[in-house]
C-alpha cells in the first residue's frame, strides 16, 4: 500500500472514531522513513464554539488516536505519533473548512501535471461546488479532488513584533 493510502486510510478511521470524542481530524500526514514513518495528525475541536484546541486537550486525545492507528496496521513495523493542534498554518481540505476560513489568506498546491501548480492568494470560499481564491492574476478556481494541500497563510501587520506574556500567551506589541 502507497504512503498517500495509508494514510488516507489512518484519516479515513481517525474521522470516524474522531465524531466519537467531539474532535475533528484536520489532516494526517507520512513523513520520514517507509518502514518507521512518523504519522502526524492534526486535530481541533467539531464545536467552533470551543475554541482552538489547547496542548493539554491534544495530549488528551492521543491515547484514542494511536489505538485507531494500531487498528489499521498499517506499517509492517513501528511508528512515531505526532499529535498537534492545527497550528497558525492550519490545513483546509472539506468544503466546509474553505467556507469557514472565506477571507483568509491561503497558499494552495494542486495535483495539475502541466502548468501552474501552486497558488497564494485570498480565499473567497466556495462557488458552484469549486474552492475560489482571488490571486494576483484574478479569481482562480479549483475542485477539490485537484487540490493537494491547501493551508492558511498567517500575515502579522508590518512592524508588529510577537511577545509572550506571563500567562504563556501571545500578544502583539509595535515597534
Known amino acids: 500500500m502507497a504512503q498517500e493510502d495509508k494514510a488516507a486510510a489512518i484519516l479515513q478511521a481517525l474521522e470516524v472514531a474522531g465524531a466519537a470524542h467531539g474532535v475533528d481530524v484536520l489532516e494526517v500526514e507520512l513523513v520520514g522513513a517507509t ?29 484514542w488516536v494511536s489505538e485507531v492507528i494500531d487498528v489499521v496496521d498499517p506499517f509492517p513495523g513501528s511508528f512515531t505519533l505526532e499529535v498537534s493542534s492545527p497550528g497558525l498554518d492550519r490545513p483546509l481540505r472539506r468544503e466546509r473548512d474553505f467556507e469557514r476560513f472565506a ?11 502541466e502548468g501552474r501548480k501552486r497558488f497564494s492568494g485570498k480565499l473567497v470560499g466556495m462557488r458552484d461546488g469549486l474552492v475560489v481564491i482571488d490571486t494576483d492574476d484574478g479569481e482562480q ?18 512592524g508588529e513584533k510577537k511577545t509572550f506574556d506571563k500567562s504563556g500567551g501571545k500578544k502583539a506589541q509595535g515597534k
Do not use: H
Open 35 to 63: 518502514k518507521a514513518p512518523t504519522v502526524r495528525v492534526r486535530l481541533d475541536w467539531m464545536d467552533e464554539a470551543k475554541g482552538t484546541i489547547s496542548l493539554d486537550d491534544v495530549a488528551s486525545q492521543t491515547e
Open 103 to 113: 477571507g483568509e489568506q491561503v497558499a494552495l498546491t494542486t495535483k495539475a501535471v
Open 141 to 158: 478556481t479549483f475542485a477539490l479532488d485537484e487540490i493537494r494541500r491547501c493551508a492558511i497563510k498567517p500575515t502579522f501587520a508590518k
